[in-house]
Nanobody, 115 residues
Framework: QVQLVESGGGLVQAGGSLRLSCAAS????????IGWYRQAPGNQRELVATIRRDGSTDYADSVKGRFTISRDDAKNTVYLQMNSLKFEDTAVYYC?????????WGQGTQVTVSS
């Protein structure tokens, strides 16, 4: 099993920055990719960014150029640096670890951007 703990959310003004962290523990050797997702009230959960085992990354069009996903293997932690935040970035942000046959989710962290 893999346990994920997100942190770093909070309240920020539009144009500001936040860095989210996703700390993984347990059977982390089996992780193929970690993704950041977000879900705003009334909306479906959407993929924001992904980082794979080989280091390759993908981003949703809505965050390209503003968000950066990275990782620190020594700390088993994946980060989401969010710059130039917009009101529409307000959501609960979750990280997900994808293994070969199962996915694990964290509990989420709230990001609120005031306009």
């Amino acid at each position: 099993q893999v346990q994920l703990v997100e942190s770093g959310g909070g309240l920020v003004q539009a144009g500001g920055s936040l860095r989210l962290s996703c700390a993984a523990s347990g059977s982390t050797f089996g992780i193929r990719a970690i993704g950041w997702y977000r879900q705003a009230p009334g909306n479906q959960r959407e993929l924001v960014a992904t980082i794979r085992r080989d280091g390759s990354t993908d981003y949703a069009d809505s965050v390209k150029g503003r968000f950066t996903i990275s990782r620190d293997d020594a700390k088993n932690t994946v980060y989401l640096q969010m710059n130039s935040l917009k009101f529409e970035d307000t959501a609960v942000y979750y990280c997900k670890a994808a293994l070969s046959r199962v996915n694990y989710w964290g509990q989420g962290t709230q990001v609120t951007v005031s306009s």
